[in-house]
C-alpha cells in the first residue's frame, strides 16, 4: 500500500510549519531569561528550577493531574454505557442521538458554565428542588464536586462520541459466532465488543484527560478559585505578570509528564489489540 | 442489523437521564435569555430585552457570521486532511506515525494560551496580517488532530486484507479509497468531523490571539464584551441551540427523506448541495456587509479619507466600556467606521501590541501606561488637536504616570473598595475595621476577594500601613502572611467579574469590588453598600493613548477629542457607571437624583491621603504573583 504513504507527507509538512515551528518559540522562550525582546538570547535552566524546587507549584501540578484523572475515569465509566447504548439504536436514532448529544457543545463553554454556577448555588434550582423534600440546602457550588461535575459535563461529549465510534459498524458476525461457540451475552461482551472498543476508548481518554489537565476555566469558576490548577498558573504567568519564561517552562514540564503517561497508556493499548489478534 | 433497536427499559433510562444531564444547563440558559433582569442566575419577570438588544448589536451579528463561517470551513478542511493523512500514516512506518502522533498531541494538551502565544509569535514573525485568514489557519492546525484522534482508532481495527482484495480484483488505489476504506471508517470521520466543529466554535483564546482588525467570533464576545453581566450573550446562546439543529435539518434530515422517496443514491449529491447553499449564503451576507452603506454616507466617508488620510479608526479597549451610542454616533457624525476590539487585562493589551499589532488608539490603566511610556511605544498628543482638553476635571489632571498629560488624556477612573450588605454587616463595623474586616472570623466564609495578586496586595500593603508600591521583601513577606491568614481563617470564595451577578443576588456578604463594578450591583440591590477604607485604596485612571504605530493619529485625536465632549462622557458614564473625566458630566452625575447622586460607588474620593496609583514595576509584579499563587495553593 505504498502508495498511500505519500498522502501523509503534506501534513509532515504542515505540522512542521504549524505546530513544531511556533512550539520552539515557546522552547526557547523555557529556556532563556526575561528580556529576550532585545534579541539577546542568555540560556538558562532556572525556570526550570524554580518550578521543580517550589513544592507548592508540584502540589498545583500533582492536583492537575489528579482532577483529571478523576474526570477521565467518571467520564470512561459513565460514556461507555451510554455509548453502548446509543450504538443499539436503529439507524437514524443513533445519528439523532448523537447530534443531541453534541448540540450543547456549541453553547460557549463559559455561558454553559455560567449556568451550572446558577444551578449549584446555595439558592439555585436545585437546591430549591431538594427544599421540596425537606433536604438541604447541601453546599455544592467551590467544592470540589462542582468542579468534577463541571469538567465532567464538559469532557464527557468527547468520550461518548469516540466510543460510539468503535461500537457502531462493529462487525455483528463476531457476535453471532461467539453466540454459536456458546458464548453467553456477557462472555461475548468481556471477549469481543470490550477489546474491539478499546481503541476508541483509548481515544477519549486522550480526549478528555489531555485538555482536563490544563483545562481552568471551570476549576475558577465552580470553584471559587480556591483550585488552582496547573493551567490557572500557565495562564497567569503569560497574562498577568508576564513572565512568558517561567510560563513556557511550566508547560513543558507538564507536556513531558502528560507524554509519559500517555505513551504507556497506548502501549497498553497496543499489546492489548495485538494480543486480541494473535 | 439484526441487533440494533432492541434496548431495555435500562436502556431508555440511561439515554434519558443522559438528556436530562446535557439539557438541563442549556434549559437553564434558555429561560433565562428572557430575564427581565439582569442576572444570570435569579429571574426577574419576563422580557425579550436581551434578544432586542443582541439583533441590535451588529458586531454580536458579525461574529455569528465569522463563527459558522470559520467553523465550516475548518471543520471541512480539517476533516478531509486529517482522514487522507490518518489513512496514510496507517500504511506508514510506525516511526512516522509515532512521531506524527506525539506532534498531534501538542495542541490537544497544551493551555490554550500556549498554543495562542505560540501562533501570535509565528504570525508576527512572518508579519501575517491578522484577521480571518490566520485564525482560520489556526483553527485548521488545531482541529486536524482531534479529525485524526478520531479516525485512527478505525483504521486500525479495519481488516488490511479487505484493501489488497479490492485491489487485487482491479481497483486503482483511489477507488480502494474512496469505496472501500472510507465508507468502512465512516462512524470515525463523521465524530471526527463533529469534535472539529465544537473545537472550532467553542475557542476564546486562540482565537483572541490570532486575529485582529475587527474579525471577532462570538467566544471572543462572550469572553470580552460580556465581561459584565450581559445576558444577551444567553439570547445568543439560545438562538445558537435553536438554529444549528434547523441548519443541520437542512443538510441531514432532507436527504433521508429524499433518500427514501427516491429509492437511493440521491443522498450524497444533495448533501453537497445544500452545505454549497449554507456557504453561498454566508459569503453573501459577509459580502453584503461589507458594501453596505449609502450614496450619503459614502460621500462622507470620502470626506474623511481626504481630511484624516483614512476613514477607519482602530480602537482597543476593555469590554463593556463604552456608552451605547457613542460609536455610532462618532460614525455618522464625522463619516468614519470605527473597528473596536476588547481585551480582558491590561496585559492581554500588552501582549498583542509587543507582538506588533496595530491600533488608532488604546485605553489601557495608569501603571500599564508607564510601562508603554517607558518602552517608547506611544506618540505625543498634539494638543491642539484636543481642544476638549479644557473639559477635564481636577481630579484627573496631573496624575503621577503622566504628569503633563503629554501622552493620555482620563477616559474613567475611579477606586477599589468593599461592597457590603448592610442587612448583614453593620456599617458601624465595616467602618471602624476597614480592610481588617477581611480577617473578621465573624464574616468567615462570606467574603469574595477579587482574584488578582495586584488588587489583594493592594488591600494587604494598605491594611498594614504600608504604600501599596512597596517593594520592601519584609513588607511583602508581611503582607503575604497577611494574605494567608485571611485565606485560612476567612475561606474566601476568589472570583473575578462574576462577582457583579453574585453580588446583585446577594449570595455572600462582602465583596471586594472595583467601583465602577460597585455602581452597577448598587444600582440593582438595594441592601448594598460601598465602603474605601480609611487605610487607603487605590485610585486608579484608565486613559486613552496613540501608540506610535498608529495607521490613522489624526482620526484618533479627533476621537479623543469627541470622546471628551459632553454627549459621549456622559453616555459613557451613565451607561458603563464608573466616573466621567469630563468636570460637567462628573459634576451632574454626582449631584443629579435620577443619576449616581444616592450611589455612593460612584465618586471616587480625590482627598484620601494614604490613597495611591500603581506605579509599573514588573520585577515586582512576577514576585507578588507568585506569593499569590502561594496564598491560594497552600493547604
Redesign the interface.
Known amino acids: 500500500?505504498?502508495?498511500?504513504?505519500?498522502?501523509?507527507?503534506?501534513?509532515?509538512l504542515?505540522?512542521a510549519a504549524?505546530?513544531?515551528?511556533?512550539?520552539l518559540?515557546?522552547v526557547l522562550y523555557a529556556f532563556t531569561e526575561s528580556g529576550n525582546?532585545v534579541l539577546t538570547f542568555r540560556f538558562t535552566l532556572e525556570n526550570f528550577a524554580r518550578f521543580v524546587t517550589d513544592s507548592?507549584?508540584l502540589?498545583?501540578l500533582w492536583?492537575s493531574l489528579y482532577i483529571a484523572l478523576i474526570t477521565t475515569v467518571i467520564c470512561v465509566l459513565l460514556g461507555y454505557?451510554?455509548a453502548y447504548?446509543?450504538a443499539?439504536?436503529?439507524?437514524?436514532?443513533n445519528?439523532i442521538?448523537?447530534?443531541?448529544?453534541?448540540?450543547?457543545?456549541?453553547?460557549?463553554?463559559?455561558?454553559?458554565t455560567?449556568?451550572?454556577?446558577?444551578?449549584l448555588?446555595?439558592?439555585?434550582?436545585l437546591n430549591t428542588f431538594l427544599g421540596f423534600f425537606g433536604v438541604g440546602p447541601v453546599p455544592m457550588i467551590?467544592t470540589s464536586f462542582a468542579v468534577i461535575l463541571g469538567m465532567v459535563?464538559n469532557f464527557i461529549?468527547?468520550m461518548i462520541?469516540?466510543i460510539?465510534?468503535?461500537l457502531?459498524?462493529m462487525d455483528?458476525n463476531l457476535?453471532n459466532a461467539a453466540a454459536d461457540l456458546g458464548a453467553d451475552k456477557a462472555h461475548a461482551f468481556l471477549r469481543v465488543t470490550l477489546p474491539?472498543s478499546l481503541?476508541?476508548v483509548?481515544?477519549g481518554i486522550?480526549?478528555v484527560f489531555?485538555?482536563a489537565?490544563?483545562s481552568?476555566f471551570i476549576p475558577?469558576?465552580l470553584g471559587?478559585?480556591?483550585y488552582?490548577l496547573?493551567?490557572n498558573?500557565?495562564?497567569?504567568?503569560?497574562?498577568?505578570?508576564?513572565?512568558?519564561n517561567?510560563?513556557?517552562a511550566i508547560?513543558m514540564i507538564?507536556?513531558v509528564i502528560?507524554?509519559i503517561s500517555?505513551y504507556f497508556t497506548r502501549k497498553a493499548d497496543v499489546s492489548v489489540?495485538s494480543g486480541g489478534k494473535e | 442489523m439484526t441487533e440494533r433497536g432492541k434496548n431495555g427499559a435500562g436502556g431508555k433510562i440511561i439515554l434519558a437521564l443522559t438528556l436530562l444531564f446535557f439539557y438541563f444547563p442549556i434549559f437553564y440558559i434558555i429561560v433565562f435569555s428572557f430575564n427581565d433582569s439582569r442576572s444570570l442566575t435569579k429571574f426577574g419577570g419576563f422580557s425579550l430585552r436581551w434578544y432586542e438588544k443582541m439583533f441590535a448589536d451588529s458586531t454580536m451579528m458579525e461574529a455569528v457570521l465569522y463563527t459558522v463561517l470559520i467553523a465550516v470551513l475548518a471543520t471541512v478542511i480539517s476533516t478531509v486532511a486529517g482522514t487522507i493523512t490518518a489513512i496514510g500514516l496507517s500504511k506508514s512506518s510506525r516511526v512516522l506515525s509515532a512521531i506524527v502522533e506525539r506532534v498531534n498531541d501538542l495542541p490537544v494538551m497544551n493551555p490554550d494560551i500556549v498554543t495562542a502565544i505560540s501562533l501570535l509569535m509565528f504570525f508576527s514573525v512572518l508579519a501575517a496580517r491578522k484577521g480571518f485568514g490566520t485564525m482560520l489557519l489556526a483553527h485548521i492546525m488545531f482541529c486536524i488532530p482531534y479529525v485524526m484522534l478520531s479516525v485512527t482508532p478505525k483504521l486500525r481495527s479495519l481488516d488490511p486484507n479487505l484493501i489488497e482484495a479490492a485491489m487485487d480484483l482491479g481497483a486503482t488505489p483511489f477507488q480502494a479509497l474512496t469505496r472501500v476504506i472510507v465508507p468502512q471508517i465512516r462512524p470515525g470521520i463523521i465524530s471526527g468531523a463533529l469534535i472539529a466543529f465544537t473545537m472550532s466554535f467553542d475557542d476564546f483564546v486562540i482565537s483572541y490571539f490570532t486575529t485582529g482588525n475587527g474579525v471577532n467570533n462570538i467566544s471572543i464576545l462572550v469572553y470580552t464584551m460580556s465581561k459584565r453581566v450581559n445576558p444577551s450573550i444567553n439570547a445568543l446562546s439560545t438562538i445558537v441551540i435553536l438554529l444549528i439543529p434547523i441548519a443541520l435539518g437542512v443538510v441531514n434530515i432532507v436527504p433521508i427523506v429524499r433518500e427514501r422517496s427516491a429509492a437511493k443514491g440521491t443522498a450524497k449529491p444533495l448533501n453537497r448541495k445544500a452545505t454549497a447553499v449554507v456557504a453561498a449564503i454566508l459569503a453573501a451576507a459577509i459580502a453584503g456587509m461589507a458594501a453596505a452603506g449609502s450614496g450619503a454616507q459614502r460621500r462622507r466617508q470620502q470626506e474623511a479619507v481626504e481630511k484624516y488620510g483614512s476613514s477607519v479608526l482602530k480602537l482597543y479597549l476593555p469590554g463593556e466600556y463604552l456608552g451605547e451610542d457613542v460609536i455610532s454616533n462618532f460614525e455618522t457624525q464625522y463619516g468614519v467606521s470605527v473597528i473596536v476590539e476588547n481585551f480582558d487585562s491590561n496585559e492581554m493589551m500588552y501582549t498583542k501590541l509587543q507582538a506588533g499589532d496595530s491600533y488608532d488608539v488604546l485605553i489601557p490603566s495608569d501603571y500599564m501606561i508607564e510601562r508603554l511610556i517607558n518602552g517608547d511605544y506611544l506618540q505625543p498628543l498634539d494638543k491642539s488637536l484636543i481642544p476638549n482638553l479644557d473639559n477635564l476635571a481636577d481630579a484627573v489632571v496631573g496624575l503621577d504616570y503622566d504628569p503633563d498629560g503629554t501622552y493620555s488624556v482620563p477616559y474613567f477612573w475611579g477606586s477599589v473598595g468593599l461592597v457590603y450588605n448592610h442587612e448583614n454587616v453593620d456599617p458601624a463595623v465595616m467602618e471602624a475595621e476597614g480592610w481588617d474586616i477581611l480577617h473578621d472570623v465573624d464574616y468567615a466564609g462570606r467574603i469574595y476577594i477579587y482574584d488578582s495578586e495586584r488588587d489583594s496586595f493592594m488591600m494587604a500593603f494598605k491594611a498594614l500601613g504600608y504604600s501599596m508600591n512597596t517593594d520592601d521583601p519584609a513588607e511583602i513577606e508581611a503582607a503575604y502572611e497577611w494574605l494567608r491568614q485571611m485565606n485560612n481563617t476567612m475561606f474566601p470564595i476568589y472570583v473575578t467579574d462574576e462577582v457583579i451577578d453574585s453580588m446583585i443576588n446577594g449570595y455572600q456578604d462582602i465583596a471586594v469590588v472595583y467601583s465602577g463594578d460597585a455602581t452597577v450591583i448598587l444600582d440593582e440591590n438595594e441592601d448594598m453598600s460601598f465602603f474605601m477604607p480609611d487605610e487607603g485604596t487605590n485610585i486608579w485612571s484608565d486613559a486613552m493613548i496613540i501608540p506610535k504605530n498608529a495607521e490613522n493619529p489624526l482620526l484618533a485625536h479627533e476621537f479623543i477629542n469627541y470622546m471628551l465632549t459632553y454627549e459621549a462622557a456622559f453616555d459613557n458614564s451613565e451607561t458603563v457607571g464608573y466616573a466621567s473625566p469630563n468636570a460637567e458630566v462628573l459634576e451632574e452625575m454626582s449631584t443629579q437624583e435620577d443619576l449616581y447622586a444616592e450611589n455612593e460607588a460612584y465618586l471616587p474620593r480625590s482627598d484620601g491621603e494614604m490613597d495611591e496609583m500603581f506605579h509599573d514595576n514588573v520585577t515586582l509584579q512576577r514576585e507578588l504573583s507568585k506569593y499569590w499563587i502561594r496564598v491560594k495553593a497552600e493547604n
Do not use: C
Open positions: 500500500m505504498k502508495q498511500f504513504r505519500s498522502m501523509t507527507y503534506p501534513y509532515v504542515w505540522i504549524m505546530i513544531v515551528l511556533p512550539m518559540l515557546i525582546d507548592v507549584f502540589a498545583v492536583r454505557p451510554i447504548v446509543i443499539q439504536l436503529g439507524e437514524r436514532a445519528t442521538m448523537i447530534l443531541l448529544i453534541t448540540m450543547p457543545t456549541w453553547v460557549n463553554m463559559l455561558v454553559r455560567y449556568a451550572w454556577m446558577g444551578i448555588q446555595d439558592e439555585g434550582v467551590h459535563y461529549p468527547f462520541l469516540q460510539h465510534t468503535s457502531d459498524k455483528k457476535l474491539l481503541p476508541g483509548i481515544s486522550t480526549l489531555l485538555p489537565v490544563s481552568f475558577k469558576l471559587g478559585g480556591q488552582v496547573v493551567g498558573v500557565i495562564e497567569s504567568q503569560f497574562l498577568t505578570s508576564g513572565d512568558w517561567f510560563g513556557s508547560s507538564m507536556a502528560i507524554m500517555m489489540a
